[in-house]
């Protein structure tokens, strides 16, 4: 019989241990997941009176002058909040740390990932996945350091714990494997596959029996033809391009974010910037969700498109620069549909493709590009909007499109840009 004490290396671990391993450790991450998304739930219903459940825009209802006062008192319960946890609390470390074996600690950890999911469901303007994703690695990290497994083994399981985490917040068990085994493993063995897929499908489902699941985007169908895939190509261009640099500038701007003190002043100056911001465009605050599903479904005009598509981005990096803490996957997922429907907008005339497959093209292509990861940003869409299957060669081409136009870039300008996926310690203010 196997003992812990004995250190076993994970090649040598038969796989159906590793399935009880990957099992228990799913089910601890799901319900971590579950806990966060119902504080998110709750914090919505007591700031806006309505849930992204029931509302894709829990804040549509609310007046321009309280929407700006609530993010602004945000910013600074959460400055002096994360002050307080960077200043008393060991010092966090990211799902790549735990991976390569450090300590993840237990209380700083779990502060962190409920700040992260309140502050965004009470307004800050930027995505609440990273949450999921530490919750995963520390119960993944803890689970495999009480049962002493070796360093292979944890990274494995930490990876896997990480995606499912993901995976169990959105609903997306396909993608959060994805993002285990091409953003954080880099490899695809039997073994990991086996492992990531058991863990993200316990997590998956046991979020799903506390919490219930969110209605997916709007299905928005996509066909083979020629005028098809060449707005696939020319929307992949775009948007993986636009994905791309958005990437570089928001690690900058993550990477500048204020150390210390600093922060008791920054955040509130820059979220009253951003205060200012949502009381003459109170638009921009608006759930990206809902921003997203709008441009898959009855769409906006050319006009609107570009102001929330600036304004959007600007509020986002600026969250970023002055130290809130978050994700980027539902923001991205809207801004690239709002690229594509720009896009759309020109083309649709001459290609008679409708906008709203501009924007799906294009949030898939903007998402792929963000996060460095192109079989992660095309599943992910497939899965946020149930898509058929004849729609997968047109979301395939404009992912591809978007990768070899980034690929190209580089070529041209000399330049090597490397984009660092969000899971990385870019937004936990602990780079590596």
């Not at 076993?8 to 089910?27: D, M, Q, S, W």
């Not at 006062?69 to 910013?75: H, P, R």
């Not at 759309?344 to 008679?352: S, V």
Request: hydrophobic fraction near 55%; charged fraction near 10%; charge should be positive.
């Amino acid at each position: 019989m196997l003992r812990v004490s004995e250190r076993v290396p994970l090649t040598k671990i038969p796989l159906n241990r590793l399935a009880v391993i990957a099992a228990i450790i799913g089910i601890g991450t799901g319900l971590f997941v579950a806990a966060l998304n119902w504080s998110a739930i709750g914090v919505e219903r007591l700031v806006y009176g309505a849930d992204h459940l029931h509302n894709q825009n829990p804040n549509a209802n609310v007046s321009p002058l309280r929407l700006s006062i609530t993010v602004v008192v945000l910013s600074i319960f959460a400055s002096w909040a994360w002050f307080i946890v960077h200043r008393t609390g060991q010092k966090e470390v990211s799902i790549v740390g735990a991976m390569r074996g450090t300590k993840m600690p237990i209380l700083e950890t779990i502060a962190s990932a409920f700040l992260q999911v309140t502050t965004v469901a009470a307004g800050a303007p930027v995505g609440a996945e990273n949450a999921p994703r530490i919750a995963g690695a520390l119960v993944g990290e803890r689970f495999s350091r009480w049962l002493q497994l070796d360093i292979d083994a944890k990274r494995i399981l930490v990876a896997s714990a990480a995606g499912a985490g993901l995976g169990a917040s959105f609903h997306l068990p396909l993608a959060g494997v994805l993002f285990a085994l091409e953003i954080l493993l880099v490899e695809a063995s039997t073994r990991t596959v086996v492992i990531a897929i058991i863990t993200t499908t316990a997590a998956v489902a046991t979020t799903g029996f506390f919490v219930q699941t969110p209605d997916v985007f709007t299905t928005v169908p996509l066909t083979e033809s020629p005028w098809m895939l060449l707005s696939a190509m020319v929307t992949g261009v775009v948007a993986g391009i636009c994905g791309h640099w958005f990437s570089i500038i928001a690690n900058k701007m993550a990477q500048a974010s204020p150390k210390g003190s600093k922060i008791l002043w920054q955040m509130p100056l820059g979220f009253l910037t951003i205060a200012t911001v949502i009381y003459f465009f109170p638009v921009t605050l608006a759930n990206p969700r809902w921003l997203a599903d709008t441009m898959l479904g009855e769409g906006l005009l050319l006009s609107t498109i570009l102001l929330i598509l600036a304004l959007r981005t600007a509020m986002l990096l600026l969250a970023f620069r002055v130290g809130m803490v978050g994700g980027n996957l539902i923001p991205s997922f809207a801004l690239g549909a709002m690229v594509g429907g720009v896009v759309g907008t020109f083309l649709e005339p001459i290609t008679n493709v409708p906008i709203a497959a501009f924007a799906l093209l294009g949030a898939a292509a903007f998402l792929s590009t963000t996060m460095a990861a192109p079989l992660f940003g095309l599943i992910a869409a497939v899965e946020f909007t149930d898509m058929e299957a004849q729609g997968y060669l047109p979301i395939f081409l404009a992912v591809a499109s978007a990768v070899l136009a980034v690929r190209v870039w580089s070529v041209i300008s000399k330049r090597e840009f490397r984009a660092i996926p969000i899971t990385y310690a870019s937004w936990t203010g602990e780079l590596k």
